[in-house]
């Protein structure tokens, strides 16, 4: 049974589905976009190019957290730790500028950390974020490689992406 509307709406019911259609996949791609982005940036934690003098223990990693003991603070601040982990802060800005830690910790307040912990002021050797940030990290949610919302978010934009892709065909074949 076809439906009974004249030319115009027939057409300006299409026009209204393609848009919804162009929006529900550029909503999908934007999510993996974004995705692919994370997967980027935390691969410069592992990045041969980049950490070849620090040990693995004074390492930046995606927790957040900066392991370096108070006696380690000369050998961190000195060696090629400090430098390191400032490339790690570059490598991840200039991927993905609003990357989160797991802790929620901005790149920003990471260097902000390392800079203090390794000033020569009473500072010296405190690298705990917290005390420096005050408590203030983001509130937005932490970011995996690709979390399980990501993924049901992309999963979802496509299926409304096929779902109005077929009502459009069989909107299009009613008209016909």
Excluded: W
């Amino acid at each position: 049974m076809a439906l009974a509307l004249n030319p115009n709406q027939n057409f300006t019911i299409l026009i209204i589905l393609v848009i919804s259609m162009f929006f529900l996949r550029s909503e999908a791609a934007e999510g993996e976009l974004q995705g692919q982005s994370v997967v980027k940036a935390l691969s410069c934690f592992n990045n041969k190019h980049i950490y070849v003098g620090c040990d693995e223990a004074f390492r930046l990693n995606p927790s957040g957290n900066i392991n370096i003991p108070v006696e380690a603070t000369d050998f961190f601040c000195s060696g090629p730790c400090l430098t390191e982990a400032q490339l790690v802060l570059n490598c991840i800005d200039d991927i993905l500028s609003n990357f989160l830690f797991y802790n929620k910790a901005t790149v920003q307040q990471m260097r902000y950390a390392l800079n203090a912990g390794c000033s020569f002021s009473r500072q010296r050797g405190n690298f705990n974020l917290a005390e420096y940030i005050g408590g203030e990290t983001s509130n937005a949610p932490k970011s995996t490689i690709l979390s399980r919302s990501s993924k049901k978010q992309i999963l979802k934009a496509s299926s409304y992406f096929l779902v109005t892709t077929s009502m459009a065909v069989a909107l299009f074949y009613t008209v016909l």
